[in-house]
């Protein structure tokens, strides 16, 4: 059934989500908690997430944070190093727990200082994966500081992610938050194993909202916002029913303070709303209809999981955004805060919708 003012979905995953860890993450983990049925959860703690154990570790210390009547199940990654050997995959693949690695270049992105420095060292370990068909996530932006920051997704595309593909070919990737025409176009005219997730923030505004009228910390993210012509490129791809693309929010909360300083992190929260956000941009694409493809059908079928068997309700009913939300020992300030949001969804029961 679909409406104007009502849809009803099949449960979505978040294919990108950073719970962080302790008191930020029982702060946290009940956003996406509240609607997703999966997440795949990065492992960029400090210090990150590298070997199988410290993945079941953090694990229980997630389920911990659930509310006791969630159902909601957090699959697990490792950080992938320098020194990351192609048995420790074996192992993760082993667990169950384990659903991919995540691939940050040295000094990419928060907490990526100890990401790898010379990927090609890694390719055992890619055939390791391969071998295990795991799929490979990746941070696809170089880190040469000669690169402007605005063409580094692209560099990153031309510089390693094709030739990638051609030494490893058969090894499932995802490039994650994708940002640019030119990520958009490497996914479609790639193999059928390459794939992205594209987060709402991108969607839904370009580097104006972080740049015009004044510097806004809370607009700022890696991959950086860009320009118009590559946002509306990407709600193409959202929006097109191509199975490449899924939902992964990179929701990724900092604390006020980290947030609002000379130097600030890079991280929009996104959790409290996502999928009301990404219903936004399917309805204004007149798209509707596409939302539950790239929701909740293309990730668990690119990662050969089942679908979820639940079902959501999205609903036009608006909703005032808090202005903060407590995280730790500091506030957290989440998008579109003190805005009203036009959808607000809820898992469906059975005799509902
Ligand atoms: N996206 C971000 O801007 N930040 C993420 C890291 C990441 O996904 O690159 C974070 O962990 O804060
Ligand atoms: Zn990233
Ligand atoms: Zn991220």
Not at 146 to 174: H, M, N, T
Not at 337 to 349: Q, R, V
Request: glycine letters at 6%.
């Amino acid at each position: 059934m679909t409406t104007r003012n009502e849809i009803e979905l099949i449960q979505p995953d978040d294919w990108h989500l950073h719970l962080r860890d302790g008191p930020e993450l029982a702060a946290v983990v009940g956003f996406s908690a509240r609607i997703f049925g999966r997440a795949i959860v990065m492992p960029n703690l400090r210090p990150p997430v590298t070997t199988t154990e410290q993945a079941l570790a953090y694990r229980d210390r997630i389920r911990a944070a659930l509310p006791s009547d969630s159902r909601f199940q957090p699959l697990m990654t490792l950080y992938l190093t320098d020194r990351t050997a192609p048995e420790e995959i074996e192992r993760a693949k082993a667990s169950g727990a384990v659903f991919a690695c995540k691939l940050y270049p040295a000094g990419a992105t928060t907490h990526a200082d100890q990401g790898v420095t010379d990927i090609w060292r890694l390719q055992p370990v890619f055939e390791a994966m391969r071998a295990v068909e795991m799929p490979l996530l990746i941070h696809g932006e170089v880190v040469d500081p000669q690169v402007d920051i605005f063409d580094r997704e692209s560099a990153f595309i031309e510089q390693v992610l094709r030739p990638l593909i051609k030494r490893v070919p058969g090894l499932k990737i995802v490039l994650e938050h994708v940002t640019t025409a030119e990520a958009v176009n490497a996914v479609r005219s790639g193999p059928e194993t390459l794939a992205a997730t594209i987060t709402a923030h991108h969607l839904l505004y370009n580097r104006n909202a972080m740049l015009a009228g004044g510097i806004r910390p809370h607009f700022y993210c890696l991959p950086v916002l860009k320009r118009e012509r590559h946002r509306l490129v990407l709600i193409e791809a959202v929006t097109s029913g191509d199975p490449r693309f899924f939902l992964g929010t990179d929701s990724a909360p900092h604390s006020r303070r980290a947030k609002e300083m000379a130097c600030g992190c890079a991280g929009i929260f996104t959790a409290h709303a996502a999928l009301e956000l990404y219903a936004e941009v399917f309805e204004q694409a007149g798209a509707l209809d596409r939302l539950e493809g790239f929701a909740s059908r293309h990730g668990p079928d690119f990662y050969g999981l089942p679908r979820n068997l639940g079902r959501v309700c999205l609903r036009k009913e608006p909703w005032t955004v808090p202005s903060i939300y407590e995280f730790g020992d500091d506030r957290l300030i989440p998008l579109r805060a003190n805005e009203t949001i036009a959808w607000h969804s809820a898992l469906c029961s059975p005799n509902r919708c």
